[in-house]
């Protein structure tokens, strides 16, 4: 039964890599596929914010489906229609195509987040140890590797489809074949008495929501906003300009590759809490930088402490609702596309209207009132990460691999 645990733990980073580079592909050639359809800038907010709304439906979509179907088999097929949907963006030739395209990534998107949360959450608790930065790291790696696909594809003028069609194939087919082994927490359906709390549930998730807002409000911030603020604030290149999203996902890397140390260590409260602080910072450094070293000082903090709250929010929701977690992560994942709306609008309001400086300081304030929440965080009978771990030969005979 080890052997099944670890291959569906791999399976399910490689889910999650997978997805950091479809997604990254996407959000990084942004402009490239305005210019291949003919969007107006008027149109394109429009575009961008349908999919993280059809992301929230999908999201909501995929509470009612896990009553009846596993996660992992939900996972299995949304995968490939958010891979076929990236390509569809990549090879179509029409405005119409590219709204169709664009809605099955977002409805595929928000089943594929919030089925490859839940699955990550029911193995942590089989493992009885914090493992979810682990799954969140491997996404952070896919994006790196993704963007780094966008640049090429951008530098070597690749047509959308050409720099897409590669990837696709290779993902694809690998991501269908992981899928043999992912590992289920439970049976479809067996979530339904705790799911039939809704009022009660969201009551006590509320403070969980709130945290995944404000922690996708810090990330839309750094990937709409660093690199024109490099450039038109703090005077850089445009070259210099790209590198502080880059520098934002390598330390988002880092800082999940040794977070779950961090949590079973010190628990995920103090881990919470010095990752808000740490963001905090690296915003208020940002507003204040007299140049772009600092400012990408600023951005570095920024990514080292804002990565550990999202894959905790998801594992603490688990803990706080252990017989309804599937429920508390599909609606708790519909505020990081809440958040992803609200961000990147609210900091460009407030910097045209103000000053982009302390526009920065928005965010600043919002990691921070993260500091109240953290107590929700903190474990309950599972004990996660606070010296009360369960032994790693945890029984596993609620799993199956999905099949």
Same mark, same amino acid.
Request: hydrophobic content about 55%; proline content about 4%; overall charge positive.
């Given at each position: 039964?080890?052997?099944?645990? *670890?291959?569906?733990?791999?399976?399910?980073?490689?889910?999650?890599?997978?997805?950091?580079?479809?997604?990254?592909?996407?959000?990084?050639?942004? =402009? +490239? @596929?305005?210019?291949?359809?003919?969007?107006?800038?008027?149109?394109?907010?429009?575009?961008?914010?349908?999919?993280? @709304?059809?992301?929230?439906?999908?999201?909501?979509?995929?509470?009612?489906?896990?009553?009846? @179907?596993?996660?992992?088999?939900?996972?299995?097929?949304?995968?490939?229609?958010?891979?076929?949907?990236?390509?569809?963006?990549?090879?179509?030739?029409? !405005?119409?195509?590219?709204?169709?395209?664009?809605?099955?990534?977002?409805?595929?998107?928000?089943?594929?987040?919030?089925?490859?949360?839940?699955?990550?959450?029911?193995?942590?608790?089989?493992?009885?140890?914090?493992? !979810?930065?682990?799954? #969140?790291?491997a996404y952070s790696l896919g994006g790196i590797v993704g963007a780094s696909l966008a640049w090429a594809g951008a530098h070597w003028h690749l047509a959308l489809w050409v720099s897409y069609l590669p990837v696709v194939v290779v993902l694809l087919?690998?991501?269908?074949? $992981?899928?043999?082994?992912?590992?289920?927490?439970?049976?479809? $359906?067996?979530? +339904?008495?705790?799911?039939?709390?809704?009022?009660?549930?969201?009551?006590?998730?509320? =403070?969980?929501?709130?945290?995944?807002?404000?922690? %996708?409000?810090?990330?839309?911030?750094?990937?709409?906003?660093?690199?024109? %603020?490099?450039?038109?604030?703090?005077?850089?290149?445009?070259?210099?300009?790209?590198? =502080?999203?880059?520098?934002?996902?390598?330390?988002?890397?880092?800082?999940?590759? @040794?977070?779950?140390?961090?949590? *079973?260590?010190f628990g995920a409260v103090a881990v919470v809490r010095l990752g808000a602080v740490v963001a905090a910072v690296g915003f208020a450094v940002v507003a204040v930088a007299p140049g772009a070293g600092v400012g990408m000082l600023g951005f570095t903090?920024?990514?080292?402490?804002?990565?550990?709250?999202?894959?905790?929010?998801?594992?603490?929701?688990?803990?706080?609702?252990?017989?309804?977690?599937?429920?508390?992560?599909?609606?708790?994942?519909?505020?990081? %596309?809440?958040?992803?709306?609200?961000?990147? =609008?609210?900091?460009? +309001?407030?910097?045209?209207?103000?000053?982009?400086?302390?526009?920065?300081?928005?965010?600043?304030?919002?990691?921070?009132?993260?500091?109240? %929440?953290? *107590?929700?965080?903190?474990?309950?009978?599972?004990?996660?990460?606070?010296? #009360?771990?369960?032994?790693?030969?945890?029984?596993?005979?609620?799993?199956?691999?999905?099949?």
């Amino acid at each position: 039964m080890t052997d099944v645990l *670890r291959r569906g733990r791999a399976s399910l980073a490689f889910s999650f890599f997978a997805q950091g580079a479809t997604f990254a592909l996407l959000v990084t050639r942004i =402009p +490239a @596929i305005q210019y291949r359809y003919g969007v107006s800038d008027g149109l394109l907010p429009v575009f961008l914010a349908a999919v993280p @709304i059809l992301a929230g439906v999908g999201s909501v979509t995929t509470e009612q489906l896990v009553k009846r @179907i596993r996660p992992s088999v939900l996972l299995r097929w949304s995968q490939p229609v958010v891979l076929l949907a990236l390509l569809g963006v990549g090879a179509g030739d029409s !405005m119409a195509e590219l709204a169709v395209a664009l809605g099955a990534f977002g409805l595929g998107v928000g089943a594929l987040d919030a089925s490859m949360n839940m699955l990550g959450v029911s193995l942590q608790r089989t493992y009885g140890r914090s493992i !979810m930065l682990s799954f #969140h790291a491997a996404y952070s790696l896919g994006g790196i590797v993704g963007a780094s696909l966008a640049w090429a594809g951008a530098h070597w003028h690749l047509a959308l489809w050409v720099s897409y069609l590669p990837v696709v194939v290779v993902l694809l087919p690998a991501a269908l074949v $992981g899928s043999r082994w992912y590992v289920d927490g439970g049976a479809p $359906g067996s979530e +339904a008495e705790g799911a039939e709390a809704g009022p009660l549930v969201f009551k006590l998730l509320l =403070p969980l929501c709130l945290v995944m807002t404000f922690a %996708y409000i810090g990330d839309s911030t750094v990937s709409n906003w660093s690199a024109k %603020y490099l450039k038109d604030v703090l005077g850089s290149s445009e070259q210099v300009a790209t590198v =502080p999203y880059n520098v934002y996902m390598v330390m988002c890397l880092v800082g999940r590759g @040794i977070g779950d140390l961090g949590v *079973r260590r010190f628990g995920a409260v103090a881990v919470v809490r010095l990752g808000a602080v740490v963001a905090a910072v690296g915003f208020a450094v940002v507003a204040v930088a007299p140049g772009a070293g600092v400012g990408m000082l600023g951005f570095t903090l920024v990514g080292l402490g804002l990565c550990v709250l999202v894959p905790q929010t998801f594992a603490a929701a688990g803990r706080l609702f252990p017989g309804a977690s599937d429920t508390a992560i599909a609606r708790l994942n519909v505020f990081n %596309y809440v958040g992803f709306l609200i961000g990147s =609008p609210l900091v460009g +309001a407030l910097g045209d209207a103000w000053s982009y400086r302390w526009a920065m300081l928005v965010p600043m304030v919002l990691v921070l009132v993260t500091l109240v %929440y953290a *107590r929700s965080f903190a474990p309950s009978a599972d004990r996660y990460g606070d010296g #009360h771990e369960r032994a790693r030969t945890a029984d596993v005979g609620r799993g199956s691999n999905g099949l």
